[in-house]
């Protein structure tokens, strides 16, 4: 079982990965499309964790 903190740390790096795109990374880009990659960003985390842990197959 993964120790919480590890969560906790990559939840952190997800947000500051979404605020750097939220600053420079999307300059000049219309609102709605920097959304929708500041989304696709968040989500890749999560389903990262999910995936490296192998819970997507603990699903039934």
């Excluded at 590890?6 to 959304?35: D, E, F, H, N, R």
């Amino acid at each position: 079982m993964t120790p919480f903190w590890i969560y906790a740390l990559l939840s952190a790096v997800a947000a500051v990965a979404t605020a750097i795109l939220a600053k420079i990374g999307v300059a000049g880009v219309p609102s709605a499309l920097a959304t929708a990659i500041r989304t696709v960003v968040i989500l890749a985390f999560p389903w990262g964790i999910v995936l490296a842990g192998g819970q997507h197959r603990d699903s039934r």
